[in-house]
């Protein structure tokens, strides 16, 4: 059953107010697309074959508003949870600027064109994988796991891992071990990432009722959480040299910039927060998570170009 509009986001009465284009560009999260568009474009851009520029442009283009649609069928079904909480008050349904129907409409169109052009641009392969991530992200994340289970971003977080996948196989219509290890780093990624977040604006959900593992487990336990599986990530990210996939390059950022990770997970577990501290550690680590990704990610393109 879908949830009914939030009271907050408008009076009985009352009629959302026009929607303006910046509105729908809202609906995409286009901060968050562009973590996910960059890893697809890494993705593209290592694999051993290469597409016509148009194409290729295509097929990230693609990637792009499959992401896109995914994030505003989210916030269609989630607009009584983001109304409630404040740093998600202000998007276009629980602020009132946007009906329902126009973002489910949106969301929906955007799927099946994204869909479709990265069949037609790139190949079929493609487009099967990039319909997938759309559907999981959706349906498992936002309508089965998210108000569920404090496991929701662990099983959640293969959404966000496909992209460099989808990138891969648009260019040379299969799959193989590198691009099954770039899916297995941001899988293993997204759980420290959110949790961190999680951290600092644990009274957010707890208001909106979601149970995130710090609002259901408490603080410790996400803590080491946090600890656990930042492990398997490091050595997800350094695998790829140790498997001579890549250059030393690569290798040695791997290897820096994932002891610095471990560092500030390191410094969030330790952590005892008391009122004023603001929880530095946990913002630092979710702040250079995203740093970290896009470094990974960038060097294995520049590695690849000296090899």
Known sequence: MLPEPSSKLASPNALPMPADWRDFIALTKPRVMTLVVFTGLCGLLVAPATLHPVLAFAAVLC??????????LNQWYESDIDAKMKRTAQRPLPAGRMDRQSALHFGVGMSFFSVILMGVAANWFAAFILAISILFYVMIYTVWLKRRTAQ??????????????IGWVAATGSLDV??????????LWTPPHFWALSLYVRMDYANAGVPML???????????????YTVPMVAVAVLPWLLHL???????????????????AWRVLIHRPVEGDGMKPEKQLFFYSILYQFILFGVLVVDKVMQ
Request: hydrophobic content about 65%; proline content about 7%.
């Open 63 to 72: 990637i792009a508003l499959g992401a896109g649609a995914a994030a505003a």
């Open 152 to 165: 929701n971003i662990v099983i959640g977080g293969a959404a966000g891992a496909f992209p460099p996948m």
């Open 178 to 187: 590198m691009p099954i290890l770039l899916f297995a780093l941001i899988f």
């Open 214 to 228: 710090p609002v259901i487990a408490g603080e410790k336990v996400t803590r080491q959480h946090i600890a656990v």
């Open 246 to 264: 890549t250059g030393p390059l690569y290798g040695i950022t791997a290897i820096v910039t994932s002891l610095i990770f471990m560092w500030l």
